[in-house]
């Protein structure tokens, strides 16, 4: 018994000296990063940082935290922020929002209020924290602009992981319901008001490739930039409105797409109505656009349905033998 008493205290005492050493390395490791971001340029202040936990997490919080990324000129603040683990998974991070924040940029001020935001993180066991997986859950979003605006999201969930099949990709997958947009947003697609106020359903389910790993060096650095899309389903349901795509591109070194994305619309030319009046296309335009996509919808069978091949290339975006002008640009700032 004495020997097991003993045998006990020794094992207690090494778990001890684990958890001070795990708690004080995640503590230090995370002062250091927000001293070298400061040294870097950044806006990095915060008032307290303490893990706490024993015996078996690593709670760490941060009180009254600023970052602002010189490069952007974006910066962000929080009363508290939290970073939370299990002490025998340091690299399986619970990350807690509070209730409220503020994003600023070089042209407004945002306040963003959350009943739920809340991520669960987990990195590739190494120092360069590679991203393996991450889901975010989001509730009751609201984002208000000191410019007049504010938008909410009643309930919204973002989920990666890396793909197992091909290097340096991630599969993507993002829903949001009764998503709220800013009403002069609305307004300016929606001139007549026949539409509700919320989009019911948006979706994507997606693998994107990147030309490097998502690590702690994509925040210090330069973002990794993506290479294609595997676009599995991009949905969107706002009314009687209801847009489907699926299809595949690559992306190039300036940010352009290059390939095919099917395209399937329900009352597309309410659709193409809404484009018109908000300016998304010329009105003089309208009208020989109209009747190309009447042939398309009528030789897919359905003349309230628009099935189609949007195509990307040489900078350029088609609907099927429809030009409609320049692609967009793939590039994160």
Do not use: C
């Amino acid at each position: 018994m004495r020997f097991l008493i003993g045998v006990i205290v020794v094992l207690a005492g090494l778990y001890g000296g684990y958890w001070f050493l795990g708690s004080s390395a995640v503590e230090t490791g995370l002062k250091t990063w927000l001293d070298d971001r400061g040294q870097e340029g950044w806006v990095a202040n915060y008032s307290e940082l303490n893990t706490v936990g024993f015996p078996s997490r690593f709670d760490t919080t941060v009180t009254d935290l600023e970052l602002a990324d010189p490069a952007t000129g974006v910066l962000w603040s929080v009363p508290k922020f939290e970073l939370l683990a299990l002490s025998y998974r340091p690299n399986e991070i619970i990350a807690q929002w509070p209730d409220r924040q503020t994003l600023a940029t070089p042209l407004q001020k945002i306040d963003i209020t959350s009943e739920k935001m809340r991520a669960s993180v987990a990195f590739d066991a190494d120092t360069d924290l590679i991203l393996n997986r991450s889901t975010v859950d989001l509730g009751a979003v609201t984002l208000r602009s000191d410019l007049g605006w504010d938008m909410s999201l009643e309930k919204g969930l973002v989920a990666t992981r890396q793909n197992v099949d091909t290097k340096l990709a991630h599969d993507i997958f993002f829903e949001a319901s009764s998503f709220k947009p800013a009403e002069a947003a609305r307004l300016s697609i929606d001139t007549d008001g026949v539409l509700p106020d919320v989009f019911e359903t948006l979706k994507i389910d997606a693998t994107v490739g990147f030309d490097a790993p998502w690590d702690r060096f994509a925040i210090e650095r330069q973002r990794p930039q993506p290479t294609f899309v595997d676009l599995k389903l991009a949905q969107g349901t706002w009314g009687q409105l209801d847009l489907k795509a699926a299809g595949e591109f690559t992306i190039d070194a300036q940010g352009y797409p290059n390939g095919t994305v099917t395209v399937k619309a329900t009352n597309w030319r309410d659709m193409l109505k809404i484009a018109e009046t908000s300016g998304a296309i010329p009105q003089g335009a309208a009208a020989s656009l109209e009747r190309g996509l009447s042939l398309l919808a009528n030789l897919s069978g359905n003349p309230k349905t628009l099935d189609a091949p949007l195509s990307f290339g040489n900078g350029r975006v088609s609907l099927g033998p429809i030009p409609l002008g320049p692609a967009p640009r793939f590039v994160i700032r």
